[in-house]
Nanobody
Framework: QLVESGGGLVQAGGSLRLSCAAS????????MAWYRQAPGKQRDMVAT???????NYADSVKGRFTISRDNAENTVYLQMNGLKTEDTAVYYC??????????WGQGTQVTVSS
């Protein structure tokens, strides 16, 4: 019910924009977020945005990444600038909706080369 796009291969210092579109059947969306998981590591929060537009970022991406959402389109974005090799990971979107429903995207690979 979540469709992610925008991952790929980019050189260090470059930019990518990830998108995650939620199905219209998902109602009452509260928080939209991006997580990432590098090989052999746990899945970590990258950025979150609540229904009021309030945002929260992991310290490692502050000042470089920007999360935004389009409530009319049920879509969340992650603009990633100044990418570093350590940003290489599979990125997942997560949506929390009414009645404690929790949805995850299938993941999109982001690879940053040196």
């Amino acid at each position: 019910q979540l469709v992610e796009s925008g991952g790929g291969l980019v050189q260090a210092g470059g930019s990518l924009r990830l998108s995650c579109a939620a199905s219209e059947s998902i109602l009452g969306i509260y928080t939209m977020a991006w997580y990432r998981q590098a090989p052999g590591k746990q899945r970590d929060m990258v950025a979150t945005i609540n229904i009021g537009g309030g945002t929260n970022y992991a310290d490692s991406v502050k000042g470089r990444f920007t999360i935004s959402r389009d409530n009319a389109e049920n879509t969340v974005y992650l603009q990633m600038n100044g990418l570093k090799t350590e940003d290489t990971a599979v990125y997942y979107c997560r949506i929390t909706a009414a009645f404690k429903r929790d949805y995850w995207g299938q993941g999109t690979q982001v690879t940053v080369s040196s």
